[in-house]
């Protein structure tokens, strides 16, 4: 454990560091339990970072992009800010307004990933690990209850990142929880992820309205740009005239996982980049991931590498529930209530073809 800088309000910052297999190593931080770095080799050997972020929590704190970072309590859009659980309206942050329309995204303005986790290093099952925990209390950016949340990223010498997430809470709420790394196979600082080639296990997707909030429709990929049942590249059809794709600038959609539910992580998407060799699987027990190909990101800020990050220069692959559930009683549940323990789990793996 070593020093990662200190927060506005003058929190100490930490970095961990976990040693994978022959070339692999990933570091992480205290500071929404962020994952900060990771290295892979290529097929060659050469060992390079793939996810984008910063290189202290100076780049973090103020910022936006959430590199890395653990979303919470809950991830992606909840339409106007506000839901009602059990007969009552809970009012949040709209701290998102995709086409002038306000919401909730991301936990909100000071969400899980602005947050200083307690951490402990420690070994699971054989793997190097370390445990963050929060306690997010009653009203918390106006969700009701004290939530009790755990996650621990574990590395084995097979490339596998696993990341465990637990929850316990004291009165019923709503909990997402997702891990938003940017991924650029080539190596973070390289300027686009166009080439790479995606898979993802999904007939269906979900469409957005103007507000990026889902319609509550389950749409076929059949003769979309959304289907990648078969490997493209993503840049093919990024650029093509479809309306979902013009609403988001780009991928930024839930893809309705099968089968569902799994207590095992079972395949969600590979993406594989051909000049490097490498390639991402992405295991998980949640019924969705959501797509997202840095459309928002704009080069002014300026990575570990003090290269910028232009749009699409990285993609996330979030494994999640669906975004909005809480108006949508036909979406999987994602009401926790008290005596009930949240567990989910999602792996990335990096390998080479
Ligand atoms: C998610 C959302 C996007 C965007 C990014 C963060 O992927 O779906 O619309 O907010 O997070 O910039």
Redesign the pocket.
């Known amino acids: 454990m070593i020093p990662f800088g200190t927060t506005r309000d003058g929190e100490e910052t930490h970095r961990f560091t976990l040693q994978g297999g022959p070339g692999s190593r990933v570091e992480l931080s205290d500071y929404g339990a962020t994952l900060v770095r990771w290295f892979a080799p290529d097929r060659r050997g050469r060992s390079e970072d793939v996810v984008l972020g910063f290189d202290s929590v100076a780049g973090y704190v103020g910022h936006?992009?959430?590199f890395g970072a653990t979303v919470g309590r809950y991830g992606?859009?909840i339409a106007q800010g506000r839901f009602s659980l059990d007969g009552k309206v809970h009012v949040l942050a709209a701290n998102?307004q995709?086409g002038g329309i306000p919401c909730h995204?991301?936990g909100g303005r000071s969400g899980f990933d602005k947050r200083l986790w307690a951490a402990d290093e420690q070994t699971v099952d054989g793997r190097p690990a370390v445990r963050f925990r929060l306690r997010s209390p009653e009203g918390d950016e106006g969700y009701p209850g004290t939530l009790d949340v755990d996650v621990t990223y574990s590395i084995g010498n097979d490339g596998a990142l696993r990341i465990d997430y637990e929850a316990t809470t004291d009165r019923a709420t709503p909990i997402n929880l997702t891990n938003?790394s940017y991924f650029n196979l080539v190596g973070e600082g390289h300027e686009s992820v166009l080439g790479h080639i995606v898979t993802i296990q999904a007939s269906r997707y979900l469409p957005v309205s103007a507000g990026?909030i889902p319609t509550g429709k389950l749409a076929p990929v059949d003769d979309t740009p959304f289907d990648f049942r078969a490997p493209a590249r993503i840049g093919d059809r990024i650029e093509h005239r479809n309306e979902q794709l013009r609403l988001?600038e780009g991928y930024?959609h839930t893809f309705v996982l099968e089968p569902r539910p799994t207590s095992e992580p079972t395949l969600a998407a590979t993406v594989y980049e051909p000049i490097s060799g490498r390639l991402l699987e992405v295991f998980t027990t949640e019924p969705g991931v959501?797509f997202?190909t840095g459309n928002?990101l704009d080069g002014t800020s300026v990575g570990k590498s003090g290269r910028p990050y232009p749009r699409r220069s990285g993609f996330?692959l979030?494994t999640q529930h669906f975004p909005d559930s809480p108006h949508q009683p036909a979406f999987p549940s994602t009401i926790l209530r008290p005596g009930m323990m949240f567990r989910s789990t999602t792996i990335y793996r990096l390998g080479i073809r």
Request: charged share 15%.
């Open positions: 936006h992009s959430y992606n859009r998102n995709p995204l991301h938003h990026m988001s930024d959501q997202y928002f996330c979030e």
